[in-house]
């Protein structure tokens, strides 16, 4: 297709969660915790845990036909998926899976891995693949069951993560442009801050070569250095991104933040000098779902109505990498 010069907009989202929900109560029974210290630590309650049977495909099939069917498109309409996670399905990729459980035939699809910032990231990457007119519809989803990678004997960790799928639609649309800014950034000498570290193995093959055969192994945090990382540089991205879109704390609607822990999204609001009633979070019920976090809170604040079309949404994600990044749009 021609349709260089286009702008963007996000015309639908949807989300799914498994079923399963894991309680601070649960949490006291395996490690030393207690549901008073997670709640005024992190905000959280519960978290969803994808069962044995439940795949991150399929949670986000579900998510990306609930964002499809709010697009009022249809799957063969989609040009393009990107499913930004870190714990696929498939080491080769699950975003094909994705495409054929929904019957996307008109699209290419691939991951993308930026831990907590890959919804974000693949926000701005199909911006790219719109703007320059190469693709009319991007279906975006951010999935991950980071379950299945924690150390469920570090209370540190453990208490932190959830389940679930979260998608958006992107469009490519002539009249305006409602990404109005964005920025995306990494810092590789934290890298060590959070890590799901390959370990090796080894198996001789022959004489002197020996190949590693071994697998991921759990989570591990430096917790404190993650909550300075974010409380310093998601303000700073945020604040770029409104000089850039040339607004203020102001003009900003909601503040659509990674949720890692309710006091990072305070503290954050605070220094923008945004009212908390203007944080959308579900950390309650959900705790950190990774790359799926950002598109949760969104369709489910969409849902309710409190999000209404032209509002101005403030987004930003960071995680691993460590990577993080801002974003500035009109919903609808
Ligand atoms: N229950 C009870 N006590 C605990 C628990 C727990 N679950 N976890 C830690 N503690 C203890 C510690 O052992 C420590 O005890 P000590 O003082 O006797 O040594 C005490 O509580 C305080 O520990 P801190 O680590 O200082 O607690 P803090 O207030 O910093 O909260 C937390 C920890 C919640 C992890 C916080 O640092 C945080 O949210 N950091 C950011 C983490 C994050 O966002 N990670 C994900 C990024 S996204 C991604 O890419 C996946």
């Not at 079923?19 to 709640?39: F, G, P, R």
């Not at 964002?67 to 799957?75: C, K, L, T, Y």
Request: some cysteine.
């Amino acid at each position: 297709m021609n349709n260089m010069g286009a702008g963007i907009a996000i015309t639908g989202c949807g989300s799914a969660a498994p079923e399963a929900i894991l309680t601070n109560y649960h949490l006291a029974q395996m490690v030393e915790t207690s549901d008073e210290w997670i709640k005024t630590r992190t905000g959280m309650s519960n978290r969803h845990i994808a069962s044995p049977t439940e795949s991150l495909s399929q949670l986000s099939a579900v998510a990306a036909k609930n964002a499809i069917a709010m697009a009022g498109i249809s799957a063969t309409d989609i040009d393009l998926i990107i499913l930004a996670t870190s714990t696929p399905d498939d080491m080769f990729g699950s975003a094909c899976k994705v495409q054929g459980l929904i019957g996307a035939t008109n699209a290419v699809a691939f991951d993308l891995t930026a831990a907590c910032s890959g919804f974000l990231f693949a926000l701005i990457n199909a911006t790219q693949f719109i703007r320059n007119g190469v693709y009319r519809n991007v279906l975006i989803i951010g999935a991950d069951v980071l379950s299945r990678w924690v150390d469920w004997s570090d209370r540190a960790s453990c208490v932190l993560f959830g389940d679930g799928a979260g998608a958006a639609v992107c469009q490519g649309i002539s009249d305006g442009d409602r990404l109005l800014s964005y920025g995306m950034y990494s810092n590789g000498s934290q890298n060590d801050s959070l890590n799901l570290n390959y370990q090796s193995d080894c198996q001789a093959l022959v004489d002197g070569i020996i190949a590693q055969q071994g697998t991921y192994h759990p989570i591990t945090m430096n917790g404190k250095e993650v909550y300075r990382f974010a409380v310093a540089r998601v303000p700073e991205a945020i604040e770029k991104a409104m000089f850039h879109a040339n607004l203020t704390a102001n003009d900003i609607d909601w503040l659509l933040l990674h949720q890692a822990n309710q006091r990072i999204m305070d503290a954050v609001a605070k220094r923008l000098k945004i009212p908390s009633e203007k944080i959308l979070s579900n950390i309650a019920e959900y705790g950190n779902t990774s790359a799926a976090s950002i598109p949760l809170a969104l369709d489910a604040a969409v849902r309710e109505g409190k999000v209404k079309p032209g509002d101005t949404i403030a987004a930003s994600g960071f995680g691993a990498g460590l990577t993080w990044g801002a974003a500035i749009f009109q919903w609808g």
